[in-house]
């Protein structure tokens, strides 16, 4: 069994994709496992410092029953963009449109120094997550020296689309 995405909420909207995503279909509707015990373990991690980071910019607790699932999702989908901001790159959902690569080789620190790598892969501006983390990690030495207080701005700043209107008796 595969364990669940930590970053399914921008998959499932088409803000992002991974290589390492398996659509499921459950109760509740589509959701996503990631089909690589290493990518999600580093996943994971990483999910879980954007969490802290963006608990603490939203100012809510870590509880189901009182966060507002819209901030789990600017924190999953905002967490990203500010990942890929890191690297020089135009965030999907950034008012450019779609991002380009902006990092060269593994540590190098350099937007635009070098080619574009096999896990640099774009979808329609929707960068691949597990490539992403890859190259962020690479660029700071490790996924324990990423900034990720830097990416607490682009949660607050995380827009989502609206659902359509309801219609009521």
Request: hydrophobic letters at 40%.
């Amino acid at each position: 069994m595969h364990a669940k995405c930590p970053f399914a909420a921008p998959i499932t909207v088409g803000r992002a994709h991974c290589r390492h995503a398996l659509e499921v279909v459950r109760r509740g509707g589509s959701e996503y496992d990631c089909v690589s015990a290493d990518s999600h373990a580093i996943c994971v991690e990483v999910f879980g410092a954007l969490k802290r980071q963006g608990l603490e910019a939203f100012a809510v607790e870590d509880d189901l029953t009182s966060m507002p699932h819209s901030v789990s999702v600017k924190i999953q989908t905002g967490g990203l963009d500010g990942l890929r901001r890191l690297l020089g790159e135009v965030p999907a959902s950034g008012s450019a449109g779609v991002g380009s690569p902006g990092v060269g080789s593994p540590g190098a620190g350099s937007p635009g120094a070098g080619a574009s790598q096999p896990d640099e892969i774009e979808l329609a501006g929707a960068r691949d997550i597990a490539g992403l983390i890859a190259a962020v990690a690479a660029a700071y030495g490790g996924v324990a020296s990423i900034p990720f207080a830097a990416t607490a701005p682009d949660m607050l700043n995380c827009k989502l689309e609206r659902r359509g209107r309801r219609r009521g008796g």
